[in-house]
């Protein structure tokens, strides 16, 4: 890289996340790219090592978040970031190539098995369960003056099969157009991810990933009620309290003081985790112990067991400039103007500027409710009369998480302290 290059006319590189997760069977929602089984690839090849990276990049990312948003909800989708920052890799070179790896824990993976790994996940991650919609897209959006290595984007559009589009920014539309791709990639759910297009701005790496999980079996909107929901800060909150008898994978930790539940999606392949501090413990005490090897042995110790079960409808909304808590994962000089190294990227020469990364920003939506389809409901497990289940009552603050239980991959984690 050439240094004579680092100039206050450096050029800004931008990368916008967006994902969104629905779980919910409304009607009205319909699949952007309904899967009949013809996308289905015949072969999917899931790399464990890349799954396994995403977990703990991904709980290594929440737990930078939540030491600035303590008492805060917080949602995040792991598997967006790191796909973009993935794509971002192919353009990096020298240091900045090694702590884009490091951050996401790819250690040990070469830039081609890390592309291959990212793919097959993509190929393993579509599903045929008309009850679970799950989409992820993937864009370039290049300032048209800019000379983008061909390798580049070739190797984003083949692996991650990322749109690619070359547009004139000082444009006025090119803000709508992009944010258009986000709205129909969301199904409207998030409308637009950016206010304005800065003049240093060259290039925006997008994800979108957009679900929409039906429950195996839906909760009864005639048993909703409003209950209590007791906050950190002591007080109290009346909110609509979805209740349900049933078999779910359950799991109670006596000595870390929490209770966990697993509820499946369609088929079961995709659940929503459930953990649940103890009222004698707390979401924070709870947190500091949550890392990517607890979940992985905390998981593996669910167990079928009859439940009674009372959770609240909620609706997260969260945004969220990652530059922070991604330099402190270890990523700093990918921001540095004088230091990153994106020659893999762009010619350089011919640029006359360096590149680097300005803001990367995340947006993410989730929406839990009663509703499931029709057949599902008729399969309802009521209480035995022989004995009462153990009780499930999420009335405080706890933690979720989204997961492909088929490829072990977390889609989505976050915590509601105040749904």
Known sequence: MNKKQTTAETFLYVMGLVSLLICTGCNNLVALFPDDGQNEPETVSIDTDVVSANTRFGFDLFNE?????????????????SIALAMTLNGASGDTEQAITNTLQLQGLDSESTNI????????????????????????????DVPFNQ??????????????????FMDPNTLTTINQWVNTHTNGKIPKILDEINSDLVLFLINAIYFKGTWQTAFDPAHTRD???????????????????????????YDEMFQAISIPYGNGRMSLYIFLPYRESDL???????????WENWIAQFHE??????????KLEYEKMLNNP??????????????????????????????????????????????GSEAAAVTSIGIRATSLPPQFIADRPFFFAIRDNETKTVLFMGNVVNP
């Open 65 to 81: 978040l939540r030491q600035t948003e303590e008492n805060k909800n917080i949602f995040i989708s792991p598997l967006s970031v």
């Open 117 to 144: 790994g990212y793919a097959g996940l993509r190929g393993a991650l579509q599903t045929s369960n008309p009850k679970v919609t799950l989409t992820i897209a993937n864009s370039l959006w290049a300032r048209q």
């Open 151 to 168: 390798d580049f984007l070739q190797r984003n559009a083949e692996y991650f099969g990322a749109e690619i589009s070359t547009l004139d």
């Open 227 to 253: 209950g209590t929901f007791y906050l950190t800060t002591g007080d109290e909150k009346q909110v609509p309290m979805m209740t349900r008898s049933g078999d779910y994978r359950y799991y109670e930790n």
């Open 284 to 294: 924070n005490t709870f947190l500091e112990r949550l890392n990517s090897e607890e």
């Open 305 to 314: 067991q009859e439940i009674f079960l009372s959770m609240p409808k909620f």
């Open 326 to 371: 991604l330099q402190s994962l270890g990523m700093e000089i990918a921001f540095a103007p004088g230091r990153a190294d994106f020659s893999r990227m762009a010619d350089l020469e011919r640029l006359g500027k360096n590149l680097y990364i300005g803001e990367v920003l995340h947006k993410a939506v989730v929406e839990v409710n009663e509703e």
